[in-house]
């Protein structure tokens, strides 16, 4: 039965061309405590950019507070919608709300307590970056930053849109 169902699934995927990885189904919470399955985000047929971070993370705070400068720009330009993933543990989970809005990010943010979907992901490393296309295929992924490294991420946006 396995066998049948593999060799199904292989003429599927087939059938359908060239097909990315999706997202993997994880269950988090938002900031506000409401529930939310990773392998349901969309953002209608726009893409979505999931950065990782944690509170203690100098390189992925830096990172988000300059998309933040032209975040508004961005979602003009090409609807992007970015969701902020925090793996700060149990302990920091209650630094992340106040962070978010002492900086005025306005991205949606997700916790990570247990590292549940960065290890579905095989995230070893944060920041780290993921870039979904409308389609929810993971069509892009980057890790670490360095300064200017988010014209990159528009840039890969842009190219979407085109598409």
């Not at 005025?104 to 490393?125: H, T």
């Not at 980057?142 to 528009?154: Q, R």
Request: aromatic residues 8%.
């Amino acid at each position: 039965m396995k066998k049948l169902f593999f060799a199904l699934l292989v003429m599927l995927l087939g059938a359908a061309g060239t097909v990315s990885a999706q997202l993997p189904a994880v269950t988090l919470k938002d900031i506000n405590g409401n529930t939310v399955r990773t392998d349901t985000l969309s953002n209608g047929g726009k893409p979505i950019i999931i950065d990782f971070f944690a509170t203690w993370c100098k390189p992925c705070n830096r990172e988000l507070k300059a998309i933040n400068e032209v975040y508004q720009d961005w979602v003009e330009e090409t609807g992007v919608k970015l969701i902020a993933v925090s793996i700060d543990q149990a302990q920091n989970i209650n630094k992340v709300k106040p962070m978010v809005d002492e900086y005025g990010w306005e991205y949606d943010v997700l916790l990570d307590p247990n590292s549940e979907f960065k290890r579905a992901l095989g995230i070893q490393m944060i920041p780290y970056v993921i870039i979904v296309d409308g389609k929810g295929n993971i069509a892009y992924k980057h890790n670490g930053y360095t300064d200017g490294a988010e014209n990159e991420l528009i840039e890969k946006v842009r190219e979407l849109i085109k598409n």
